[in-house]
């Protein structure tokens, strides 16, 4: 009951033992995840207390792999050493690498997503909030105690609207919450999870979160007409945000009438997807879409 991220996955921490790879690690671990172990060169051979837990500290992801068998990384470095930390993990065989870093520059970022690619490696983000599967796995920052279980599926650009959706929605539950960051250029895409949603048999509705900049919602709108036959509801933010003004990510940013919310909004109805007006708006459409299909 999930997508990309199991009960069966096996982390590793690139920065674990830094400030914020710290305190998110003991978050993860509390949430359930299988973390095996964290990456500092400078820190290889040393293990981390969490309490109940000492996690290894590996030299460089190759050898986290091979001594833990791990298969997926989270990336809590700094913006400047991020794309040597994601070609590291793409050359040591990770399936899924998930950048929580910010302020990445985007020529970083268009040439480890490439790279990644073509190896074979998933990038979620940069600049997310990461992924969860509630009860299951959570692999980033984002809250575990706001969601249980259940059958939505939901992707979005904003952090902070993930985690209101996810919170709106806590007792109907979720089979997994993947925000794939608001930077220009990302990983992993609306259209891939959507994809990934309607291949996975225990989501039964989808909800997609997108923002003002770019036309990322304009293509999962005509992707959802012609690929996707579950309900979808979906909610944009920045309907107030002034022309030529980034608004929070890097890739919120309206240039005359292309990447407003009106016109993401419009072409997303026109697909059938039900468009809330604001985040709790949003949580009753999902609501109505389930009992409508029950």
């Not at 030299?59 to 833990?68: D, Q, W």
């Not at 190896?119 to 984002?142: D, E, F, K, Q, V």
């Not at 309607?198 to 989501?203: A, G, I, R, V």
Request: charged share 20%.
């Amino acid at each position: 009951m999930a997508i990309y991220l199991t009960q069966d996955s096996r982390v590793l921490v690139q920065g674990m033992t830094g400030g914020e790879g710290m305190r998110h690690t003991r978050r993860m671990l509390a949430a359930g995840t299988h973390v095996v172990g964290g990456v500092n060169p400078r820190k290889a051979g040393r293990t981390v207390d969490f309490g109940d837990r000492a996690v290894p500290v590996f030299g460089s992801v190759a050898e986290g792999v091979a001594a833990t068998g791990a298969d997926v990384t989270v990336v809590f470095v700094p913006p400047a050493f991020a794309k040597a930390a994601v070609l590291e993990a793409a050359d040591s065989g990770v399936g899924l690498a998930v950048v929580i870093t910010e302020g990445i520059p985007v020529h970083d970022t268009v040439a480890f997503t490439a790279y990644a690619r073509s190896r074979g490696t998933r990038i979620i983000g940069p600049n997310c909030p990461g992924l969860i599967t509630p009860g299951r796995s959570n692999a980033g920052i984002i809250p575990a105690d706001i969601a249980k279980p259940g059958r939505i599926g939901l992707v979005s650009k904003s952090g902070t609207l993930t985690y209101q959706l996810m919170h709106e929605l806590r007792d109907t539950g979720f089979s997994t919450c993947v925000g794939i960051g608001g930077d220009p250029v990302v990983g992993t895409t609306h259209i891939d999870c959507l994809a990934a949603f309607q291949e996975d048999p225990d989501t039964d509705l989808i909800v997609l979160i997108g923002e003002i900049g770019g036309d990322a919602e304009e293509r999962a709108a005509a992707y959802i007409r012609d690929h996707v036959t579950k309900p979808v509801v979906g909610y944009v933010a920045g309907f107030t945000a002034p022309e030529g003004r980034t608004m929070g990510h890097a890739g919120a940013i309206v240039s005359g009438s292309t990447g407003t919310a009106a016109a993401k909004k419009q072409a997303l109805e026109a697909a059938g997807v039900r468009v809330g007006d604001t985040p709790t708006r949003t949580a009753q459409l999902v609501l109505s879409a389930l009992d409508g299909t029950s």
